[in-house]
């Protein structure tokens, strides 16, 4: 065998066995990945599943308070704040007066929207007189045809359509003027800001003298009566919720403080789908509040027990 055959022959064994335990140690390494893989597989946290879910069911979920009815008193035009009749805390009746408007240039203009009027009616009697006695010259140039040229016969006709058109303007300016001062009276009214409902005073936010508009909130009313409390679920529990809603409102628990004693509260709605935000859907239930305790005021955060009942 020449040099060069025998060195090559040697360099293809070479080769071979390199590859040989290349792959042997590849091997080797595989097989107990393989396994712990199929290990993991096989414990696949069924039972851990549950078991979030099932702690996720029972641990109590925060609720903020909140009133039923809450409303910004916000005027319907621009102006300058005259006076606010309440206090924050203060309970109001629907139609209590809350605030008032500056309206004395409202006045002022309604003074003069009235006299307008009443020379536009005068104006409009004026037109309406003289547009008589053109029908009346007329009709009376028709009935005596001989006695009138035609030029005075179209003078006669003329005359009616200008006395038409008179009073047509004059019409229409009384109108203009009965819109302007139902305008400035609604202004006058809208100018001092009343209770909606029945309610508690629960924010103020500017002081007389300020200038408002429609954008601008005055007052926030809020609702008496028992309070409400928002929050959120899984989509399993808000399942369960509508199944138990089917046999009658379900009850959940409101604490303030971890151990204290609970108020009931009444599953009123669900949500019918879930944010796509926080994957969980909005329940809102109503409070039920015992005469001897007291009530929970709007903001307050608290637990929401959906499994245990409230001891008092």
């Not at 009443?118 to 003289?130: C, D, H, P, V, W």
Request: aromatic share 4%.
């Amino acid at each position: 065998m020449s040099p060069v055959a025998r060195n090559l022959f040697i360099a293809v064994i070479l080769a071979l066995v390199v590859c040989t335990g290349v792959f042997l140690m590849r091997q080797s390494t595989l097989a107990p990945s393989i396994e712990v893989s199929s290990a993991k597989a096989a414990v696949a946290p069924i039972g851990l599943v549950r078991s979030d879910e099932d702690e996720r069911s029972s641990q109590p979920v925060v609720g903020v308070v909140f009133a039923r009815q809450a409303v910004d008193i916000t005027p319907r035009f621009q102006g300058v704040l005259e006076q606010i009749h309440v206090q924050i805390g203060q309970r109001v009746q629907s139609g209590d007066s809350l605030a008032t408007l500056e309206s004395e240039s409202i006045r002022q203009q309604l003074k003069g929207a009235d006299a307008a009027l009443k020379g536009a009616q005068a104006t409009e009697l004026k037109m309406e007189s003289q547009n008589r006695q053109a029908v009346a010259q007329r009709d009376h140039r028709k009935e005596k045809p001989l006695g009138y040229s035609d030029v005075e016969q179209e003078e006669a006709k003329l005359w009616v359509e200008q006395t038409e058109a008179d009073v047509a303007v004059a019409q229409a300016n009384v109108t203009q003027e009965e819109a302007r001062i139902s305008v400035l009276k609604q202004q006058l009214a809208d100018a001092e800001l009343k209770a909606p409902f029945d309610g508690v005073v629960a924010a103020r936010f500017v002081d007389p003298g300020a200038l408002v508009g429609p954008g601008n909130a005055i007052l926030r009313l809020i609702s008496e009566g028992n309070p409400w409390v928002r929050f959120a679920v899984a989509p399993d529990v808000a399942e369960s919720l509508r199944e138990e809603s089917h046999r009658g409102k379900p009850t959940v628990v409101i604490r303030t403080d971890e151990g204290k004693s609970g108020y009931s509260a009444v599953v009123e709605n669900i949500a019918p789908e879930v944010d796509s935000a926080t994957e969980l859907v909005l329940v809102e239930a109503r409070l039920e509040v015992p005469a001897d305790r007291p009530s929970l005021t709007a903001g307050t955060v608290v637990q929401v027990d959906l499994i245990d009942s409230p001891h008092h």
